[in-house]
């Protein structure tokens, strides 16, 4: 078994959308394979930089974290508030992690 050394968790900010950008990407490349069209992909990959961005930048109810290992993000994940008549007072919105040698970000030191 090979040793993983630990990642450290941190709230995101907004030095962090590329890596998580490509985090995500990788991420559901990995779970959704051929089931998602090529075009598709190639789509998501042009605006995920963008999109994180803004919300890393305007977070409005939600929160986002990544896991970072030896200055890679490896993982990321984000609660938003649902409100005061929501069953749950966070929702989970995506959760996402790589292996150290697949995630492609590098964390701000």
Same mark, same amino acid.
């Given at each position: 078994?090979? +040793?993983?050394? #630990?990642?450290?968790?941190? #709230?995101?900010?907004?030095? +962090?959308?590329?890596?998580?950008?490509?985090?995500?990407?990788?991420?559901?490349?990995?779970?959704?394979?051929?089931?998602? #069209?090529? +075009?598709?992909?190639?789509?998501?990959?042009?605006?995920?930089?963008?999109? !994180?961005?803004?919300?890393?930048?305007? #977070?409005?109810?939600?929160?986002? !974290?990544?896991?970072?290992?030896?200055?890679?993000? &490896?993982?990321?994940?984000?609660?938003?508030?649902?409100?005061?008549?929501? &069953?749950?007072?966070?929702?989970?919105?995506?959760?996402? =992690? =790589?292996?150290? =040698?697949?995630?492609?970000?590098?964390?701000?030191?």
């Amino acid at each position: 078994m090979t +040793d993983i050394p #630990p990642a450290r968790i941190r #709230p995101a900010t907004a030095l +962090d959308a590329a890596a998580i950008a490509r985090a995500h990407v990788q991420a559901r490349r990995e779970t959704y394979g051929d089931r998602i #069209p090529q +075009d598709v992909y190639a789509e998501r990959e042009a605006n995920a930089e963008g999109d !994180w961005q803004q919300v890393l930048a305007d #977070p409005g109810a939600t929160m986002t !974290w990544v896991a970072a290992r030896a200055g890679e993000v &490896v993982g990321f994940a984000t609660a938003e508030a649902a409100g005061p008549r929501e &069953v749950r007072p966070l929702r989970c919105g995506c959760c996402m =992690s =790589s292996p150290p =040698s697949r995630a492609g970000g590098r964390a701000p030191t």
